[in-house]
């Protein structure tokens, strides 16, 4: 059987396969077992302007959102984590189930390793068998996307994994860059975006990954045709910290590992937020470091939709998955409704509108201050 370049370059290659296979591993293990979170956290620096007589009921302030023709319970999204290893399929199981519990948004990590070995299909199918009607998030990266061999094949394949309502192309070029034998290669991208963008029906957002879009790239996105984005900004996970701690540093070649001397870098999520809401309207997720609803609260005055959690959400998996249980994902949802709940009523808000873009709702001290009036 003759075959074209394009399935030669995608079957299924056992050591490549394998290389993602424990990637996969690393990454899941990696954050818990060691501190790869950002050192400087900027949504330290917001303040929400408090109101001293909240003439609202806080059990009447409405947390509904509509998310691409979807209404939910709250703007809460749980961020692209994993798929690909039987470890995965679990945590995807646990995460499908507590969001569909509780009516939020759920993301799948890159399906590139579903369309590369069909073996591993089922640890993202299982989100969609465990989340029949929420929300759900597919994800490919911008490597794929943009490969000279990449077809729209390819993109359906990832929608129809999971039903996808939404997908995802995450922007990663630190993570690749700082990765062994990582992916760096982006010229195509925008010739092959557009093609996908007129065969693709559902909505396709932009998503960086932990190092934030800076307002010229929102733009061009924005007129590109992308529906929306999540802007991954710096604050949270560090995928260089995450890459520093793999054993995958050439120390013959160079004296000094570039996963260390990167770990900071990016743009901080609250920054992100505001490139991105200078130059478009299109929905937007704020992922990067936040830790809580009052977080969420400021990622909406500063104009955004919807807060994204990837590491939280990763440590409350792993800690169900010991017990067998999705109760620790659960209460962890529930506690960042309770605290967003908490913040509009200190506000004097009754519905997030309310808050929506409303910069004079909050100050802007320290180093967050300076990022915005240089
Ligand atoms: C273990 C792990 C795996 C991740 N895998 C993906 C992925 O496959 N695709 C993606 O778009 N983002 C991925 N991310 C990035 C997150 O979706 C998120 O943008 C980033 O971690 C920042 O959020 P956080 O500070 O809440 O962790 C991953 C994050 C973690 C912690």
Not at 292 to 312: E, P, Q
Request: charged content about 25%; proline content about 3%; aromatic content about 8%.
């Amino acid at each position: 059987m003759i075959r074209s370049k394009f399935e030669e370059e995608n079957m299924p290659k056992p050591e490549k396969t394998k290389e993602i296979f424990n990637r996969k591993e690393e990454h899941l293990k990696i954050p818990i077992e060691y501190d790869v979170q950002h050192s400087i956290n900027y949504f330290d620096d917001i303040k929400l302007i408090h109101h001293a007589i909240p003439e609202i009921d806080l059990e009447g302030i409405d947390l509904t959102v509509n998310f691409f023709n979807k209404q939910i319970s709250a703007p809460i999204c749980i961020s692209a984590i994993t798929g690909g290893h039987p470890a995965s399929k679990e945590v995807n199981k646990i995460l499908a189930k507590a969001a569909e519990e509780e009516n939020i948004i759920m993301s799948v990590g890159s399906q590139r390793i579903g369309l590369e070995d069909p073996s591993t299909v089922d640890s993202f199918k299982i989100v969609r068998e465990f989340a029949p009607t929420i929300p759900v998030i597919g994800n490919l990266g911008l490597g794929q996307v943009s490969s000279t061999y990449f077809k729209q094949e390819d993109l359906t394949a990832c929608i129809d994994m999971i039903d996808a309502d939404v997908m995802a192309i995450h922007l990663n070029a630190l993570h690749e860059l700082v990765q062994y034998k990582g992916n760096i290669s982006y010229k195509n991208f925008r010739r092959n975006f557009k093609k996908i963008r007129e065969s693709t029906k559902i909505p396709l957002i932009a998503k960086e990954v932990g190092t934030g879009i800076n307002q010229d790239l929102a733009l061009m996105l924005d007129e590109l045709g992308f529906d929306g984005f999540d802007v991954g900004g710096t604050g949270g996970t560090s995928f260089a910290a995450i890459e520093s701690k793999r054993n995958n540093f050439d120390n013959d070649k160079y004296s000094r590992n570039p996963a260390d001397v990167f770990r900071e870098w990016g743009i901080p999520t609250p920054v992100s937020i505001i490139n991105v809401r200078n130059v478009s309207q299109k929905l937007t997720i704020a992922t990067g470091g936040l830790k809580t609803g009052v977080d969420i609260a400021k990622s909406i005055v500063l104009g955004a939709d919807v807060g994204g959690f990837a590491y939280k959400f990763l440590k409350s998996s792993w800690q169900d998955r010991k017990n067998d249980t999705i109760s620790n994902t659960v209460r962890e949802i529930r506690t960042l409704k309770n605290e967003l709940r908490s913040s509009l009523w200190l506000m004097n808000s009754s519905n997030l509108s309310e808050l929506k873009n409303k910069r004079e709702k909050c100050v802007i001290l320290g180093n967050l201050y300076f990022w915005l009036n240089q």
